[in-house]
């Protein structure tokens, strides 16, 4: 089946550091993946994504890269805020799996960040 | 355009009690999902609608969770009867079409406490 595995976190970052929060994914098929960020008492927001290889999805200074021969997308910021204090989630949908459950999201664990002044 | 709105913001009850949850989702919005996110976990699927039908629910604990969604708009998930083991933020989402790098927008969950 699917999965995604995330970093273990916490981290914790001084303002504008440099952030990588690392995920990999097992898929049986053609898996779009995302990035979703969830701030404190808020819902999950989506950040980024990407629906096929080598596609690189950003937004408010994040990328990440989808590359399918290491099945990783990992999420990077060059200089973070103390606003980029969250949690994120790495996440796939496997779209192209011609089953019923293709709207489905398969998340990892999360990853807290914490970002000092 | 209104975010999906979610009802109650949270819930404390005691094991064996039974809970309802409420979603109402984003307008025109023909899929539905509800989702459990365990402390420390990313959040799991438990089941998902099409318009008022259900598409997979493979997920849902069905000897004590149900859900429904009447008229394809709104949705209410049940919990009868609870476990501590059911302490979780309940999220519901919907998207307009059943592909989430269409768009998919979350509520903001209801924090559910069995104590």
């Known amino acids: 089946g699917n999965s995604v595995t995330q970093m273990e976190g916490p981290v914790t970052l001084s303002e504008e550091a440099f952030l990588t929060i690392n995920c990999t994914y097992t898929a049986t098929g053609y898996p779009s993946l995302f990035w979703y960020v969830q701030y404190p008492g808020e819902g999950l927001q989506l950040l980024l994504k990407a629906t096929k290889a080598d596609d690189k999805g950003s937004n408010k200074g994040f990328e990440a890269t989808y590359r399918k021969e290491t099945t990783s997308f990992h999420l990077e910021k060059g200089s973070v805020q103390v606003s980029d204090s969250a949690v994120y989630f790495c996440a796939l949908s496997d779209e192209s799996a011609g089953g019923t459950s293709y709207g489905k999201l398969t998340f990892g664990q999360g990853t807290i960040l914490t970002v000092h002044p | 355009e209104a975010g999906v709105a979610q009802s109650p913001r949270y819930k404390i009850i005691e094991k064996r009690q039974s809970v309802a949850f409420w979603c109402n989702p984003i307008?025109?919005?023909?899929?539905l999902y509800w989702y459990q996110q365990i402390l420390g976990q990313g959040p799991k699927l438990l089941i998902q609608?099409?318009?008022?039908?259900?598409?997979?629910d493979s997920q849902l604990p069905k000897d004590r969770f149900s859900a429904e969604r009447l008229k394809g708009v709104d949705s209410t998930l049940k919990i009868q009867p609870a476990k501590l083991e059911d302490s979780a933020v309940y999220l519901c989402?919907?998207?307009?079409?059943?592909?989430?790098?269409?768009?998919?927008?979350f509520g903001s969950g209801t924090r559910l406490t069995v104590v």
């Open positions: 307008s025109g919005h023909a899929t």
């Open positions: 609608f099409q318009n008022n039908g259900v598409v997979d």
């Open positions: 989402a919907s998207s307009l079409r059943d592909r989430p790098s269409y768009g998919y927008t």
